[in-house]
C-alpha cells in the first residue's frame, strides 16, 4: 500500500488561494434524502401547500420549496472533499461558523469556492491552522452559503517519505487531540414550556432538551452518499482500524444534521423566527456507531435589535449516553417582538425556523 500522501501540507497554502469546484445540481431527490436522514421536516421544504401562502428567509419573501438551508454546509464537504486538498493532512476540524444568506432552491446548479482566509502558526512542530472561507454560489453566481472553517493541518515532515498520519477532533484551546468526549458544561437550569414564541418570551437559562436518537451505520452510508464525502474514516474499515479510534466514526456532520432535525420538533419559535444570522459549531469529541445522541439547548443571552425584532443566543450541545459531548456550538436567532396590547400581530408571509 502506498504512503504518499495525497492532499496540501500546512507550507503549501497561501492566504488568498482560491480553489474551484466542479458543480452539482440540487435534486427533489436530495431534499427528500436530508429531511429523512435529518428528520428535518420543516414545512418550507416538505409542504408545497404551506409556501404557496409565502414565508419569510432572511427578509425576502418566498412561495415555493427550498431545500433545507443546512443542506448547503452538507454539499460543501463534499464537493470540498473533491478538490482532494486535505487528503491526509488533515489532523482536526476545530470549529465552523455557518451562515446562509441566500436560499437554494431545487433545480439550482451550486458550486463551492473555497479560499485561504488566514493561516496561523501553532506550538506544535508537526502543525499548523487554516482557517477556510467556504463560499457556496448558484448558477447565477448568488451566494447562498458560507462557511468559515478552521482547520489542523499537518505540516510537511522531514523525512521524505512517511506513514500517513490521521488525527481528528483537536481542541484549538490546547491542540491536543482527545479521543473521548468531554462532559457536558451546562450548569442549573429551567425547562422552557413550549408557548415561548415572541423573543420577550424566552428567559436567560431556558432549556431546551430535545429526545434521544441512536446512531446506526445506514445513518452514515445515507449522510456519505448524499454529500459525497466519503472520508475513509467513516467508509473504511481497515483505515479505521490503524487510527486512535480503532473503528470507524460517524462524520461530524452527521451530529449537526441529527441536531438540526431533533430541534424541529420543538418549535420553539414557530412562526416568529425569521432566520439566524449566523451559527458556530465546535467539534469537540468523536461520534461512534450505536452512540445515543440528543441535543441540549440553553438561551445564554437576549438582545433588542429594533422595535420589531430581538436576538436570542441559544447554546448547545449535542450529548451522548454517557453525557459525553462531541458537538457544541451558538446560534443567534432573530425572533419577531411580541405586539403592543392592543396591537394586531403584522400580516403577510410567514415566518418559520
Not at 457544541?328 to 403577510?348: F, H
Amino acid at each position: 500500500m502506498s504512503s504518499r500522501v495525497a492532499g496540501r501540507y500546512y507550507e503549501e497554502f497561501a492566504d488568498g488561494q482560491v480553489f474551484v469546484s466542479r458543480g452539482r445540481t440540487v435534486t427533489e431527490t436530495d431534499v427528500v434524502q436530508f429531511v429523512n436522514s435529518a428528520w428535518y421536516t420543516n414545512p418550507r421544504c416538505t409542504d408545497a401547500e404551506f409556501v404557496k401562502q409565502g414565508f419569510i428567509w432572511n427578509g425576502v419573501e418566498l412561495r415555493h420549496r427550498i431545500a433545507p438551508p443546512p443542506l448547503g454546509t452538507f454539499f460543501a464537504a463534499g464537493l470540498s472533499s473533491s478538490l482532494n486538498l486535505l487528503d491526509d493532512t488533515l489532523m482536526a476540524v476545530l470549529g465552523a461558523t455557518w451562515r446562509a444568506p441566500g436560499a437554494i432552491a431545487i433545480g439550482d446548479t451550486i458550486h463551492l469556492e473555497q479560499r485561504v482566509a488566514r493561516k496561523q502558526d501553532t506550538s506544535r512542530s508537526d502543525a499548523g491552522i487554516v482557517v477556510f472561507e467556504m463560499d457556496v454560489r448558484n448558477q447565477h453566481g448568488e451566494l447562498v452559503n458560507n462557511d468559515q472553517q478552521t482547520c489542523l493541518v499537518a505540516r510537511r515532515p522531514e523525512k521524505a517519505n512517511h506513514e500517513r498520519t490521521v488525527r481528528f477532533f483537536a481542541l484549538e484551546e490546547d491542540l491536543s487531540e482527545r479521543w473521548v468526549c468531554g462532559n457536558s458544561s451546562f450548569g442549573q437550569r429551567f425547562p422552557a414550556h413550549m408557548e415561548s414564541q415572541y423573543f420577550e418570551d424566552f428567559k436567560v437559562g431556558f432549556a431546551f432538551d430535545t429526545r434521544s436518537r441512536t446512531v446506526t451505520e445506514a445513518d452514515v452510508v445515507a449522510l456519505t452518499a448524499l454529500t459525497w464525502d466519503h472520508h475513509p474514516l467513516y467508509t473504511d474499515s481497515e483505515y479505521a482500524r490503524k487510527t486512535p479510534f480503532h473503528e470507524r466514526l460517524a462524520p461530524p456532520l452527521l451530529g449537526i444534521a441529527f441536531a438540526i432535525g431533533l430541534d424541529a420538533p420543538l418549535a420553539m419559535a414557530a412562526g416568529t423566527c425569521l432566520g439566524f444570522t449566523h451559527t458556530e459549531w465546535r467539534f469537540l469529541g468523536p461520534i461512534r456507531f450505536g452512540d445515543t445522541i440528543s441535543l441540549t439547548q440553553t438561551v445564554a443571552a437576549c438582545s433588542e435589535q429594533d422595535a420589531d425584532t430581538g436576538i436570542v443566543r441559544l447554546d448547545m450541545e449535542l450529548v451522548n449516553q454517557d453525557g459525553g459531548v462531541s458537538v457544541s456550538g451558538t446560534r443567534y436567532m432573530v425572533v419577531m417582538r411580541k405586539p403592543l396590547l392592543g396591537q394586531k400581530a403584522t400580516g403577510g408571509p410567514k415566518a418559520w425556523h
